[in-house]
């Protein structure tokens, strides 16, 4: 069984930073591209960064020049460094990644059970 895990969520003034992470576990499998989403309140869940297992990043709305996201391949872990939060950025954060267990003939999508971000003005 492989599970996604994030953390590093919480309560920031405007302004702050915070950094996630998401750690891919379990036995047996391959990662490929892993990325953040969100979702607030009322609204529908939004891609926010994503990076292949080659480090090529992209970042979609909002996120461009104040979000970065890197990985650990070593580790199975991918990383979202938030800075100059604002209060719309407050949503739950969610880490997706395409996983292929050994068991599988062919990739999955993998979602975390998501991180609380709480932006205050």
């Known amino acids: 069984q492989v599970q996604l895990v994030e953390s590093g969520g919480g309560l920031v003034q405007a302004g702050g930073s915070l950094r996630l992470s998401c750690t891919a576990s379990?036995?047996?499998?391959?990662?490929?591209?892993m990325g953040w989403y969100r979702q607030a309140p009322g609204k529908q869940r939004d891609v926010v960064a994503s990076?292949?297992?080659?480090?090529?990043?992209d970042y979609f709305g909002s996120a461009k020049g104040r979000f970065t996201i890197s990985r650990d391949n070593a580790k199975n872990t991918i990383y979202l460094q938030m800075t100059n939060l604002k209060p719309e950025d407050t949503a739950i954060y969610y880490c997706r990644a395409i996983i292929t267990r050994q068991t599988d003939i062919a990739a999955s999508v993998y979602w975390g059970q998501g991180t609380q971000v709480t932006v205050s003005s």
């Open positions: 379990g036995s047996s499998f391959s990662v490929g591209g």
């Open positions: 990076i292949t297992n080659g480090h090529s990043a």
